[in-house]
């Protein structure tokens, strides 16, 4: 997640390759290990946030509710993907599509599309209203697996604080990321796309 966010995450902020394409020298190699620098730290207090809850206690948050579950994919005996499902209290009968990882070594193998179809099925069983998920992933064949499932971008937010981030000027300059908010209807068992792209 690292080097996505830190690297590739660039294209999509042109204010900043501007800003480090017009200092020459040795500057912008510090500019960019500050970024390398910053993003590690968010992540690693994202991931120390994550395991002081949900995937601190995977039983107890999704196993011991009717509202949530998750499910991994194993294949060979080591396991290969995982996905969440949590409800949302506020949402008038939406639940939220969570946690979904796939190794790199199975990504295009259908992986990805076999546990979200799980997250579907969840939301049927429970006759939930709709699944909605946010990704930072700046990766396309993210955003290429949830539009193959069915669901639709329906808002993006620039500059979205991570959870965890220490919320420093330092991690605002050099760590921003764009938060895409998906959503899909499950109403009546059927599945049916919503929003805009």
Excluded at 74 to 99: I, Y
Excluded at 117 to 133: C, G, I, Q, T
Aim: charged fraction near 15%; glycine fraction near 12%; proline fraction near 2%.
């Amino acid at each position: 997640m690292v080097p996505d966010t830190a690297f590739r995450g660039l294209i999509h902020h042109p204010e900043s390759l501007l800003l480090y394409t017009a200092m020459t020298g040795l500057l912008p190699a510090i500019v960019l290990c500050g970024r390398y620098f910053y993003s590690r730290r968010v992540i690693h207090g994202y991931l120390e946030h994550a395991m002081s809850r949900d995937m601190g206690d995977i039983e107890g948050f999704y196993m011991n509710s009717s509202d949530s579950c998750l499910w991994v994919a194993v294949l060979e005996g080591k396991v290969v993907g995982v996905v969440a499902a949590g409800g949302l209290l506020k949402s008038g009968g939406a639940v939220e599509l969570l946690r979904m990882s796939v190794d790199r070594c199975c990504r295009r193998c259908g992986v990805g599309v076999a546990l979200g179809r799980k997250v579907l099925e969840f939301a049927v069983s429970h006759r939930y209203s709709s699944v909605v998920l946010g990704t930072t992933a700046y990766t396309h064949a993210a955003h290429q697996l949830y539009q193959r499932l069915g669901f639709r971008c329906v808002g993006v937010t620039n500059g979205y604080v991570t959870p965890g981030a220490r919320c420093s000027l330092l991690e605002q300059i050099f760590y921003r990321v764009r938060h895409h908010h998906y959503s899909l209807n499950v109403q009546n068992g059927k599945i049916t796309s919503n929003g805009q792209h």
